[in-house]
T-cell receptor
Framework: DTGVSQDPRHKITKRGQNVTFRCDPISEHNRLYWYRQTLGQGPEFLTYFQNEAQLEKSRLLSDRFSAERPKGSFSTLEIQRTEQGDSAMYLC????????????????FGPGTRLTVL | LAKTTQPISMDSYEGQEVNITCSHNNIATNDYITWYQQFPSQGPRFIIQGYKTKVTNEVASLFIPADRKSSTLSLPRVSLSDTAVYYCLVGPPSNDYKLSFGAGTTVTVRA
């Protein structure tokens, strides 16, 4: 399977602990995105990278959140001092910027990491 | 970004055609209309995208009237496996890095 993969699929942690998630995009995709989804809602944009550069961060991404994509391939999302409000599904997506002759680039999503903060 | 409105839920039976209409009254000239599908415990999956008139692929059809203030996703002959949440997104290519999902339409297909 050459789709977007995320690890772990599930994470349970205690409030105050740090957690890190990993995303492996489709190879050769130059853009990588992170979204957060809570129950009953659609995904919300958090941040995105083009190659290794982080180009935009949502206001949802507090100082406790940090994302990296060190070599323009995989990415990590770290949450420090987790809070119960951080419980959500964290989705990663990737795309090949500029691949469409018209319209918007298609984002390919991974299965997500479900975080539960106790 | 153009605001979208779509029904919260729809029920259907296997073999029927399902049509989901999305309203986007303030759509901009350079906005495209995109639909994603999401199964439980999975990430969203691109279904179809269009700008005007009709677009068809192996999964669905997208009907866009001339004024582009609404669009209809048509799923032909649904099966139980089409039970999912369907999201209508509207936005320009310049903003396509930041998909804006609403709550979507939960489609339930029954036997």
């Amino acid at each position: 399977d050459t789709g977007v993969s995320q690890d772990p699929r599930h994470k349970i942690t205690k409030r105050g602990q740090n957690v890190t998630f990993r995303c492996d995009p489709i190879s050769e995709h130059n853009r990588l995105y992170w979204y957060r989804q809570t129950l009953g809602q659609g995904p919300e944009f958090l941040t995105y990278f083009q190659n290794e550069a982080q180009l935009e961060k949502s206001r949802l991404l507090s100082d406790r959140f940090s994302a990296e994509r060190p070599k323009g391939s995989f990415s990590t999302l770290e949450i420090q001092r987790t809070e119960q409000g951080d419980s959500a599904m964290y989705l990663c997506a990737s795309s090949l910027f500029g691949s469409e002759l018209a319209g918007t680039d298609t984002q390919y999503f991974g299965p997500g990491t479900r975080l539960t903060v106790l | 970004l153009a605001k979208t409105t779509q029904p919260i839920s729809m029920d259907s039976y296997e073999g029927q055609e399902v049509n989901i209409t999305c309203s986007h009254n303030n759509i901009a000239t350079n906005d495209y209309i995109t639909w994603y599908q999401q199964f439980p415990s999975q990430g969203p999956r691109f279904i179809i995208q269009g700008y005007k008139t009709k677009v068809t692929n192996e999964v669905a059809s997208l009907f866009i009237p001339a004024d582009r203030k609404s669009s209809t996703l048509s799923l032909p002959r649904v099966s139980l496996s089409d039970t999912a949440v369907y999201y209508c997104l509207v936005g320009p290519p310049s903003n396509d890095y930041k998909l804006s999902f609403g709550a979507g339409t939960t489609v339930t297909v029954r036997a």
